[in-house]
């Protein structure tokens, strides 16, 4: 199997932050890396929130910021693809811990090539 970030320009893997083998990118970038991984046949299955930091990724607590592909199927409210959720993503007013921080997105993606 194609490691999605492959495909991703080297320009766009410079501003990720990695941890652990995994990326996530603040929201102009995520867009593009989602067009791009879909462009090349893959799909984004899941998005987490990850806040950057020296120690690792900070997973916002205790609201729940993400979005999976099968959860816009049984939930009318969710957006229907990983981009629109990207997009229209917004802290929770009531989220003082992280309202002015910027959220960076970490992508679950799948191969639909096989």
Do not use: Q
């Not at 990720?16 to 799909?43: N, Q």
């Amino acid at each position: 199997m194609t490691d999605f970030t492959s495909f991703i320009p080297k320009s766009l893997m410079d501003r990720a932050f990695v941890c652990a083998g995994e990326y996530a990118w603040p929201r102009a970038d995520a867009l593009e890396v989602i067009a791009i991984t879909e462009r090349e046949g893959f799909s984004v299955l899941g998005v987490d929130i990850w806040i950057p930091s020296p120690g690792g990724p900070i997973i916002p607590t205790p609201f729940v910021y993400d979005w999976s592909w099968s959860d816009w199927k049984r939930y009318p409210h969710v957006p229907k693809s990983a981009a629109n959720f990207v997009r229209a993503f917004e802290w929770d007013p009531k989220d003082v811990n992280f309202l002015n921080r910027e959220p960076y997105f970490n992508l679950t993606v799948d191969d639909d090539r096989k």
